[in-house]
C-alpha cells in the first residue's frame, strides 16, 4: 500500500473523474483508495473505486465531492482491499449493479472482452457501455445468473436484505455459481485502524468491508 499525489485531469457529468497517477496506485476492478484534496482540512478521506482505465492513471467510480475541481492535487493511498477475480475459463458473464451505477463493474468488461466472453449488465443503462454488452432489467437478474458461468454483483449494505430476499429462489443455483459481490459502506480507516463502521454479519461471522472486501464471495452472502 502507497501514499501518493495524484491530479484530478478531467471531471465528469456524472461526478466521476480522470485521475492522473502512479501507475503502482491504480487499484484493480473493485478495489478501493483513500483520496483527501491537497490542503483541505475534512476530518475524512473520499472513497474512491476504480472504474475505466485511462492513460497515466484511471477514471473513477462516480460520484466525488462536488467541490473537487480540475487540475487539484490529491494524496492518494491505496489500493485498499480485494478485488474481483474474473476467471480466465470464463464466457458468459453478468454484471449485476442493483441499486447504482455500473461504473464499479465496467473495469471487468475490457478483461471479460479478451478472453471472447459474452457479457450482460444486469441494471441501469450506461451509454458509455460497448455496444456488445446486452443490456437486461433488475427483474431479469434470476435468468440472467442462471444462464452465466460468472457473476459480479454490486450493493450497498443497506441494500443486502433486499438483495438477499430476491436470490432466496435461487439458492442451488447460486450455490453453484461462480459469483462475487462487492459491497459499499463508509471505510473511513481504509483498513487501519477496525473503526468497525463498515461492519455485517456474513456467513454467520463479522467481517470489516474495508479489509475482508469489499469484494466477497457472493455464498457467503447467502
Avoid at 494524496?75 to 470464463?90: D, E, Y
Avoid at 466472453?117 to 456488445?132: C, R
Avoid at 435468468?143 to 436470490?167: F, G, H, M, P, T
Wanted: aromatic fraction near 6%; hydrophobic fraction near 45%; proline fraction near 10%.
Amino acid at each position: 500500500m502507497k501514499t501518493a499525489r495524484g491530479k484530478l485531469e478531467e471531471i465528469y457529468l456524472d461526478g466521476s473523474a480522470r485521475i492522473i497517477c502512479p501507475p503502482e496506485l491504480i487499484p484493480a476492478p473493485g478495489q478501493y483508495l483513500l483520496a483527501h484534496a491537497d490542503g483541505s482540512d475534512s476530518p475524512l478521506p473520499v472513497t474512491v473505486f476504480f472504474s475505466l482505465p485511462s492513460p497515466g492513471g484511471f477514471r473513477s467510480a462516480p460520484a466525488l465531492p462536488s467541490s473537487w475541481k480540475p487540475g487539484d492535487t490529491i494524496i492518494l493511498r491505496g489500493p485498499i482491499g480485494h478485488g474481483f477475480s474474473l476467471p480466465v475459463p470464463s464466457r458468459k458473464i453478468a454484471l449485476v449493479a442493483f441499486d447504482d451505477s455500473p461504473a464499479r463493474l465496467q473495469g471487468l468488461i475490457p478483461l471479460a472482452l479478451k478472453q471472447n466472453a459474452e457479457i450482460v449488465l444486469v441494471g441501469s443503462f450506461d451509454s458509455m457501455l460497448p455496444e456488445v454488452v446486452e443490456i437486461q432489467p433488475l427483474k431479469a437478474m434470476t435468468e440472467v445468473l442462471q444462464w452465466a458461468d460468472y457473476a459480479a454483483l454490486d450493493s450497498s449494505r443497506e441494500n443486502l436484505a433486499k438483495l438477499r430476499k430476491l436470490l432466496e429462489g435461487s439458492k442451488q443455483l447460486t450455490a453453484k455459481l461462480e459469483a462475487q459481490i462487492l459491497i459499499r459502506a463508509p471505510m473511513p480507516c481504509g483498513a487501519l485502524a477496525d473503526c468497525g463502521v463498515c461492519a455485517l454479519v456474513l456467513d454467520r461471522d463479522w467481517k470489516m468491508i474495508c479489509k475482508d472486501g469489499p469484494v466477497f464471495p457472493l455464498r457467503e452472502l447467502l
